[in-house]
């Protein structure tokens, strides 16, 4: 470069080779924006909502007795409603963003299918929102982790389902 800031020499070929690496790599970033955008704004939501489950779960262990008298609002059923959004809904949903992306820009593919994970995000979501539901209204199973009752477990599964048929789906056809 000369003291103007013009290039004297002509830009080689990898320099050409870079620019058609940043046009794909942008091309498949447009490609997860929108599927990814939804698990990770989903995945925000839920984060918000269990640490908001946090707080009250640490509160009521200062003062056991605010809001004894309403069921739903006990310690031993927040707890458990604040473990499992904070799992399946902020750890999982951003996970499966996350790999969304990683598995095109891996590939080096362009994202299709995206209507199966958005559609996934959307059973997902139900069956989080069911099952913190189930679990505040006294339907938990009683095991750690696994206290989503049964209904919303199958509408998890359906979900996962979708977002692995397009995994199959994204990379076989």
């Known amino acids: ?7 004297l ?11 058609t690496g940043q046009l794909e790599r942008a091309l498949i970033d ?30 009521k262990l200062h ?6 008298d309403i069921s739903f609002l006990t310690w031993g059923r927040v707890r458990p409603a604040h473990m499992n959004v904070m799992v399946y ?3 999982s949903m951003a996970g499966i963003g996350t790999a969304i992306w990683l598995m095109a820009r891996l590939c080096r593919t362009v994202l299709r299918y995206p209507l199966l994970l958005v559609a996934g995000a959307g059973f997902w979501n139900l069956g989080v929102l069911l099952g913190v539901g189930g679990i505040l209204l006294g339907d ?34």
């Open 89 to 91: 809904g902020w750890a």
């Open 140 to 173: 938990s199973t009683g095991y750690q982790w696994l206290e989503f009752p049964s209904y919303a477990a199958i509408i998890l599964f359906v979900a996962y389902t979708l977002v692995a048929s397009w995994a199959v789906l994204m990379f076989r056809f």
């Open 9 to 19: 020499k002509e830009p080689s070929v990898s320099a050409a080779a870079g620019d």
């Open 63 to 68: 003062t056991p007795d605010l809001l004894s």
């Open 1 to 7: 470069m000369n003291p103007v800031g013009i290039p």
């Open 30 to 59: 447009a490609s997860t924006r929108v599927p990814v955008l939804i698990f990770y704004t989903s995945a925000v939501a839920w984060l918000i909502l269990g640490t908001l489950l946090a707080g009250f779960v640490s509160f």
